[in-house]
Each structure stands twice: as C-alpha cells, then as structure tokens.
C-alpha cells in the first residue's frame, strides 16, 4: 500500500514569513507533486519532480519553491508567505516513467493558514 | 478554459438508491483516477483505468479516452459514501500530472 506522509498537518504563518512544508514518500517512486486545493475547487499543480534533484514548476508555480533533495523528500517553501496562499497543500508519489501506471497516491494534507 | 468538466457539483441520495457522476475532458487523456475524500479530508484512490470499466463492490467507473469522458456508478448507497468525490484526468503531455475536476458533494441521506 502507497505511504505518503506530510508535516505538519496543520500551520499557522505570519504574512512575510517562511513556510516549508514537507513530504516523504516509501514507495520508492520516481515523480512527487505538489497541489493546493481551495474550497469549491479540485486541486492544482503547484510544482513536480522526477526524482531526486529535479524540480519543475506546474500550473500555478509563482510565490513557490520546490526542493527535491532525495528520492523519499519533496518540499514545498513558501519565502514570503500571503494570505492569499491560506489553502489546503496535498503530495503526491507516482511512478510515472515510460508506459508504466502512473497512478498517484495523496498524502493526508497539510492545512495552512496566512494570516 | 477548464480541461476537466466535473457533474454534477452536489448530489443527494436515499440510502439504498444509486447514481452516476460524470467527468467531460476538453481533450484526449491518457487515464483517469477517481478519489472519494473523506471527514477527515484525507484523498482515498477510488479507481484508476487507463481504458475500459472496472469494478469494486458498489462502485463502477467507465473511462473512454476517444468521447473524452468517464463515469462513476454508486449503487445501494450508504450513509458512509457520503463525502466529496473527485475524477482526475491524467495530461497528454510528459509529466503525468493530474488535472481534477472541481469535485461533486455526495450527501447519503437516511
């Protein structure tokens, strides 16, 4: 069974502050993603890897950075923290390489909070 | 505009009674996933077909890449279905990421 863990489950930042939110993953798989789902919306792509070292910016990427600094550590770092990024963050693994399933396994979800 | 066409948006069922959620896609892709999330906003994979149905006790999706749509069956619904159900259409392009409709609120109802 597919095993994504966050941390932490729930903060509380200070506009202009830093936010680092992180992912593991032991499924050994090749991609992580990073998404952010607000209230009425399905979620979005903030930021992805392909494995270690690798990050590529998604669909909605700006006032984000990834980090990939291993196969299992995907992170998500918010420099200056706005309100407007208060929202839901979910990770994401997958295998995704070649013709191979690439079905996505989510993590629990890290609540956020932009004040 | 939107790639991923989610309906309908909310949805209430008697227990025991059964429905169809429904997921247009804009273009051709290449699979789809559907997640129930759950009270306590965890993402639960519910299926994922890369092509044709597949089947898991009351529940049933279809997915047919060329009419560009898929199909989730809930059958003898139970108050435990209850929660937001979300299809995720997987992008033609190199990086596998999912594109998700905007969820459809399911309320099973004694």
């Known amino acids: 069974e597919a095993a994504v863990t966050q941390s932490p489950r729930n903060k509380v930042a200070v506009t202009g502050g830093k936010v680092t939110l992180s992912c593991n993953q032991t499924?050994?798989?090749?991609?992580m993603y990073w998404y952010r789902q607000d209230t009425g919306h399905g979620l979005r792509l903030i930021h992805y890897?392909?494995?270690?070292?690798?990050?590529e910016k998604g669909d909605i990427p700006d006032g984000y950075k990834a980090s990939r600094p291993s196969q299992e550590n995907f992170s998500l770092i918010l420099e200056l923290a706005t309100p407007s990024q208060t929202s839901v963050y979910f990770c994401?693994?997958?295998?995704?390489?070649?013709?191979?399933?690439?079905?996505?396994?989510f993590g629990p979800g890290t609540r956020l909070t932009v004040l | 505009g939107d790639q991923v066409e989610q309906s309908p948006s909310a949805l209430s069922l008697h227990e025991g009674t059964g429905s169809a959620l429904r997921c247009n896609f804009t273009t051709t892709m290449r699979a789809v996933q559907w997640f129930r999330k759950n009270s306590r906003g965890s993402l639960i994979n519910l299926f994922y077909?890369?092509?044709g149905t597949k089947e898991n006790g009351r529940l049933k999706s279809a997915f047919d890449s060329k009419e560009r749509y898929s199909t989730l069956h809930i059958r003898d619904a139970q108050l435990e279905d209850s929660g937001t159900y979300f299809c995720a259409a997987e992008a033609p392009s190199g990086s596998w990421q999912l594109i998700f409709g905007s969820g459809t609120q399911l309320t099973v109802m004694p």
């Open positions: 077909l890369a092509s």
């Open positions: 499924n050994n798989h090749n991609n």
């Open positions: 890897s392909y494995g270690a070292g690798s990050t």
């Open positions: 994401a693994s997958g295998e995704g390489t070649g013709g191979a399933r690439a079905e996505q396994f």
